[in-house]
C-alpha cells in the first residue's frame, strides 16, 4: 500500500513532513454564495431567453403544420421564396457586420474614458469597460 511520506531535511527548518503543509483555498472560496445567486440569476434569465425565442417560433410551427401543412405548402410554393430567403439573409448579414463594428468603436472609446470620468461606469454596459483602479 501507500506508505506515508519520508521525512525530508533542510538546513533551516529541520524535518518537515509532506502533509503538514495546509491545503490551498481556491482563490474566491469567500465568494460561494456570490456564486450561487449568480447561477440563480442566470437560470432565471435562461428560461426567460427560452421562452421569448422558443414560445413565438413553436407557435410558428404549430401554425404552419395546421390543416395537415396545407399553410406550410403553400408557403414553400410562393414563387418570390427564394428572393425573400436571399433578403433575409443579407440583413442578417449586414446587421452583424454593422453591430461588430459599433461594438468594437464604442468598447475602444469607453478603454480611453479617462480617469475623472469615472462615474459614467454607473451607465449600463459601461461597467465593465471603464478603468478600476490608477
Known amino acids: 500500500m501507500n506508505s506515508p511520506p519520508a521525512p525530508t531535511m533542510t538546513a533551516d527548518t529541520g524535518p518537515r513532513r509532506a502533509e503538514c503543509v495546509p491545503p490551498r483555498r481556491p482563490p474566491h472560496a469567500h465568494r460561494r454564495g456570490f456564486r450561487s445567486a449568480a447561477t440563480v440569476l442566470t437560470a432565471i434569465l435562461a428560461a426567460a431567453l427560452a421562452y421569448l425565442v422558443l414560445f413565438p417560433i413553436a407557435r410558428l410551427v404549430l401554425l404552419a403544420l395546421a390543416d395537415g401543412g396545407a399553410n406550410l405548402a403553400r408557403a414553400l410554393g410562393t414563387p418570390a421564396l427564394g428572393r425573400t430567403l436571399l433578403t433575409t439573409v443579407v440583413l442578417a448579414l449586414v446587421s452583424v457586420m454593422m453591430a461588430a463594428v459599433l461594438g ?17 461606469a454607473v451607465l449600463p454596459g459601461m461597467a465593465g469597460a471603464t478603468p478600476s483602479s490608477c
Open 104 to 120: 468594437t468603436v464604442l468598447a475602444w472609446l469607453a478603454m480611453r474614458l479617462p480617469v475623472r470620468h469615472r462615474w459614467a
